[in-house]
């Protein structure tokens, strides 16, 4: 089991920043892939960003390249969504899922996650 806990959500303001932090606990986390992935009211579940279990493969969705950027910190634990330059169609439930050893080294498909965080609120302003 793969228990994750995210932190960092809030209110701000259109253009501002926030750093999403997903800490995980219990099997080895470094060899597990990450993925960040956020749902609005009325709207299903959508990615936003993956990151390898060695941190060398990336991918954004477009809507976030240039503004977001995901990071892994072996040794915390923890994976990272930095998220600069925040616009209102931002807002959603952010939620971080990891995905087990084994597979390609990245996926845009929450159903190849087999572990979920409660997810953090994010709501931006304009």
């Known amino acids: 089991q793969v228990q994750l806990v995210e932190s960092g959500g809030g209110s701000v303001q259109a253009g501002g920043s926030l750093r999403l932090s997903c800490t995980a606990s219990?099997?080895?986390?470094?060899?597990?892939?990450y993925g960040w992935f956020r749902q609005a009211p009325g709207k299903e579940r959508e990615f936003v960003a993956t990151i390898s279990w060695s941190g060398v493969t990336i991918y954004l969705v477009d809507s976030v390249k240039g503004r977001f950027t995901i990071s892994r910190d072996n040794a915390k634990t923890t994976v990272y969504l930095q998220m600069n330059d925040l616009k209102p169609e931002d807002t959603a439930v952010y939620f971080c899922a990891a995905r087990p050893p084994g597979y390609s080294a990245i996926s845009t498909n929450s159903y190849d996650y087999n572990y979920w965080g409660q997810g953090t609120q994010v709501t931006v302003s304009s």
């Open positions: 219990g099997r080895t986390f470094s060899n597990y892939a």
